[in-house]
C-alpha cells in the first residue's frame, strides 16, 4: 500500500526560512534565517485540512542577529535560539511579547482567580472588540470575562470596555473558574473592525 499526501505553499516572499513550529490553535510559526525575523502563518479556519493562512510579521521584542530554531511550549511561549558565531546569543530567548503568557496560578477546583491581561493596539481603538476565549474544549469551563463596565485598574490604564481615545493600551479582567483538574489554556482575542 502506497500512502500520498499533498503539498502545500504557506506564505509567500521568503528568505530563508530555517525553522517552524505550531501552537495549540493552530498557528504556524515561522523562523527566517535570512530575514531574521519570526512570521506567523494564521490559518484562515480550525479545520485540519485548512490549506488557506494569512503571513505576517511578529513583532519581536528581540533584534535576532542569528536567529537559526522555533519552538513553542504547550502554554504558547516561544523560545528562539540563536548559534553561529560570537556575535550570537548562546541561550535560548523566550518570546511573546518579550513576556512569558499569563499565569493563573493553580486554583482549587469549584474556585476561582482574576487576572489583568493588557492589551495594545496600534491607535486609540475607541470601542475595543475583543472576546475571552477557552483553548482545546467546547463547553465554557475554565476563562470567561469578568471586565467591569467602567472604570480603569489601579496603574490607571482602562478597562477595554471604556471608550478609549487617548491611548493605545486597554485592560481586560480574565476570570478562572475550573470545574475539572488539569491545564487549561485560554487567550483574550483581539479583533479589528470587521470581525
Known sequence: MT???NLYSLGSSWNSPAATAVDSTG?????DYGAQNIYELIPASTSAT????????YQSATAFECLRTLTVSKTGQLFGLEAGGSRCNSSAIPEVGGAAPHNTGTPSVGSHTTQEVDVSYTSPPGTANYSVTNQGTTTSDGFSDATP????????IPYCTENITAQDTCAVSVEFSPTTPGLHLGAVVSKNGSG
Open 27 to 31: 498557528t504556524v510559526w515561522v523562523a
Open 149 to 156: 463596565g467602567s472604570g480603569s485598574t489601579s496603574a490607571g
Open 3 to 5: 500512502a500520498t499526501c
Open 50 to 57: 485548512e490549506t488557506n493562512y494569512t503571513k505576517q510579521q
